[in-house]
């Protein structure tokens, strides 16, 4: 795609133009930078942070079950950090950073590795509102021993960041600039600047333009396959159904008379079994 070609799409220009850093698309080109990425964690986590590697928008396949797609995953030292902005309240449960640490977990060890070389995981969820809903600015939160409240190391921290507390303090400050359209209200230089260069600067406006088309174009073929996959799933269920009520079929007689894939068939039992 041409820059002449983007300048005259207004469409995705005034896109462009209404971006904030809490818009997770948007997040996720800005944090390509890795440095970028450290500085905003530092204020986050205060403390240094040497990035080992950096990922932005990293998938995680589980064939087993729901695979992820991340915002930003972090190696740090011994740390894994995944970094989530989560505008919706349902997509900042608790159970999803669960989730996300166990799948980070399964895809960073390796066979034979002792437990306790296993890496710290550290899930970062930024949310748009209090979900947590005690009115504070940041949550941190590690197992603990109910019966003596001493800390039960298992390697796994859960961070919420309120973005809605935007007081005169670093992180407060850093939870305006995600809400920032504008570059020149972004406090902090280095979010400012790449900010910028995304909406001011006509390469970057050009690259954005040609990322939009891509988010675009990918939005549209996961539609049509998660509509292929649905169909699919519905004749399946359809034919697990007269196989069971006109044959007399087993539910795991019909999945092996459909030869449904192992990794599938969970699905299916779950389906039955409700």
């Known amino acids: 795609m041409s820059f002449l070609i983007c300048e005259n799409s207004t469409d995705y220009l005034d896109s462009i133009a209404r971006l904030r850093l809490m818009d997770d698309d948007f997040m996720r080109i800005v944090f390509k930078d890795e440095d970028v990425v450290r500085q905003f964690l530092e204020i986050i986590l205060d403390r240094k942070v040497d990035i080992i590697e950096c990922h932005a928008q990293y ?129 902090y230089e280095f979010l400012r600047k790449r900010v910028n260069y995304y909406k001011e600067n006509e390469g970057g406006k050009q690259e954005m333009c040609e990322i939009w088309e891509e988010i675009k174009n990918k939005g549209k073929l996961e539609g049509l396959r998660e509509g292929e996959a649905i169909g699919r799933q519905q004749g399946i269920i359809v034919s697990i159904k007269k196989l069971m009520n006109k044959n007399g079929y087993t539910l795991e007689e019909a999945l092996d008379f459909l030869d449904i894939p192992k990794e599938e068939r969970s699905l299916y039992i779950g389906i039955f079994s409700s």
């Open 59 to 187: 998938d995680i396949n589980n064939i087993l079950g729901r695979a992820i797609s991340i915002d930003v995953l972090v190696k740090d030292g011994d740390d894994y950090i995944n970094i989530e902005v989560q505008r919706d309240t349902k997509g900042a449960h608790p159970k999803r950073a669960r989730f996300h640490g166990s799948l980070i977990d399964a895809n960073t060890s390796f066979p034979n590795e002792q437990w306790d070389k296993l890496p710290n995981v550290i899930i970062i969820f930024i949310t748009e509102t209090d979900v947590l809903g005690y009115g504070l600015p940041i949550y941190h939160s590690h197992c603990r021993i109910d019966e003596n409240n001493q800390m039960f190391e298992e390697g796994r921290e859960i961070i919420y960041v309120n973005a809605s507390i935007q007081e005169d303090t670093a992180l407060g400050r850093l939870m305006h600039d995600m809400f920032c359209t504008d570059s020149r209200d972004i406090h």
